[in-house]
């Protein structure tokens, strides 16, 4: 069975850092594009950002919110994914989870993040 486990969160001031890690099982991780999404208090789902298969800088991809402050990368001999989040604001709080769709229909359960003002 899919089993993704996300850890790392916290409660952090702004401008602050936190690296996400989301360990993955019960499925071809190497070969799998792999997103992370978070969700904020009252809000749906919202897509972070997508790393291909292979990952790396050249495929990577991020919305406009986190872009330049945000890091998706992968260890495919570990099949673990992670989420360097920099220069955090207090709009950044939410539920952050891994998801091998990017609209998150299956994702683990998911690792809070708040950021204080």
């Known amino acids: 069975a899919v089993n993704l486990v996300e850890s790392g969160g916290g409660l952090v001031q702004a401008g602050g850092s936190l690296k996400l890690s989301c360990a993955a099982s019960?499925?071809?991780?190497?070969?799998?594009?792999m997103h992370w999404v978070r969700q904020s208090p009252g809000k749906g789902l919202e897509w972070v950002a997508t790393i291909s298969p292979g990952g790396g800088a050249g495929n990577t991809y991020y919305q406009d919110a986190v872009k330049g402050r945000f890091t998706i990368s992968r260890d495919n001999a570990k099949s673990t994914m992670y989420l360097q989040l920099s220069s955090l604001k207090t709009e950044d709080t939410a539920m952050y989870y891994c998801?091998?769709?990017?609209?998150?229909?299956?994702r683990g359960q998911g690792t809070q993040v708040t950021v204080s003002s």
């Open positions: 019960g499925f071809m991780f190497s070969a799998t594009y």
């Open positions: 998801s091998r769709q990017r609209d998150g229909r299956v």
